[in-house]
Each structure stands twice: as structure tokens, then as C-alpha cells.
């Protein structure tokens, strides 16, 4: 395993792997980077959106968008933590913006307040790593003597796979919640 190193631009520069890992650049904020690329997954998407536009044809432009990234994630993600020498480094967004992408695709039509909801709900379970999303984090680490692999970058795909889960469940049950669905049956 390479010996530890500091995400810079020529890392980012140096192999299409590492600048879609990195979020085009996103990654390299030194400051809370999950959030940073978890806002260009957000702004990346509403671009994408604007290019597909609505309706089937958008659904499977994006189900096929979301297939690849994942494919294309892992390995790129795992080419990146080797790279580095960190077996899921935090500069390494991809996953971040992949399980975003997802969430607003599944939640749209929705207006900004509906997606910025989304955005707290999925940086909380993200971040903090309650229940499942610690289990899904913990699954692929690796272990004394091992090699980075590609287990390492399907977990950090996985775990934000799972965040991104646990925050549409949720926001869902908010939904139902209010509107009296679930709450209505529930009480009455």
C-alpha cells in the first residue's frame, strides 16, 4: 500500500479516476468536504435536469446516468484510495454526489425547500452514521494486512448508498406524517 498522501490539484489532475472521485475539485475542500461535493452533486444535478428535462425519456436518461455511476464509482473511487494511500479518504466525493443525484431524482418534482430538506436530512445520516449507515461503514474496512481493493470502493459507494436510504425513509414518513396518512391511521 502507498504510504499516505494529501489530495492536491495535480492528484486531481493527473487521471479521469481521481478528478470524478475528487468531485471535479469539490473533494479538495479542506473544510468539511462531504458537504462541499454533496452541494456540487446538487448543483451538478439541477444542471443535468435542466439538459434532460422531465418525463420518461429523462427517467431513463437518469437510471442509466445512476447504473454507470455506480459501476464507474467504485473504481474510481478505489483507484483513488489506493492512489492516496487511505482506504476511504474524506477528499473522495463521488459518493457523495452519486447518492444525491439518487435522491433528487426519486424526490422530483420537488421545489428548493423539498431539496434542501433532502440535502440536511442526507448530510445528517451521511455525517453522523446512526444505525445502518455505521453498518454499511464499517462493512468493507479493511483489515490488519490487507491491501486497498475494490472492497474499499464499493463500501464507500455503499455507505452513502444507504444514507441516502435512510434519509428518503425519513423524509417519506414526514410527508405521510403530515398530510395525515400514516399519523391519521395511526391515531385514529
Not at 444514507?163 to 396518512?181: E, F
Request: net charge positive; glycine share 12%.
Amino acid at each position: 500500500m502507498n504510504a499516505p498522501r494529501r489530495p492536491t490539484a495535480r492528484i486531481l489532475l493527473s487521471h479521469p479516476a481521481h478528478f470524478m472521485a475528487l468531485g471535479a475539485g469539490s473533494g479538495l475542500s479542506p473544510i468539511a468536504p462531504g458537504t462541499v461535493g454533496t452541494l456540487w452533486g446538487w448543483v451538478s444535478f439541477l444542471a443535468l435536469q435542466q439538459v434532460l428535462g422531465q418525463g420518461p425519456q429523462a427517467d431513463i436518461a437518469w437510471g442509466v446516468i445512476l447504473l454507470l455511476g455506480w459501476v464507474i464509482g467504485c473504481w474510481a473511487c478505489t483507484r483513488t484510495a489506493r492512489a492516496l494511500g487511505v482506504a476511504d479518504p474524506g477528499s473522495v466525493v463521488w459518493d457523495e454526489i452519486w447518492a444525491f443525484w439518487l435522491m433528487l431524482w426519486l424526490i422530483s418534482p420537488v421545489d428548493w425547500r423539498g431539496q434542501l430538506l433532502a440535502f440536511v436530512a442526507f448530510r445528517f445520516f451521511d455525517a453522523v452514521k446512526p444505525g445502518p449507515v455505521g453498518w454499511a461503514d464499517r462493512l468493507f474496512k479493511l483489515k490488519p494486512g490487507q491491501s486497498i481493493g475494490w472492497a474499499q470502493g464499493l463500501g464507500i459507494m455503499f455507505d452513502d448508498l444507504v444514507a441516502a436510504l435512510c434519509a428518503l425513509l425519513v423524509l417519506a414518513l414526514a410527508v405521510a406524517l403530515r398530510q395525515g396518512g400514516v399519523g391519521a391511521s395511526i391515531l385514529g
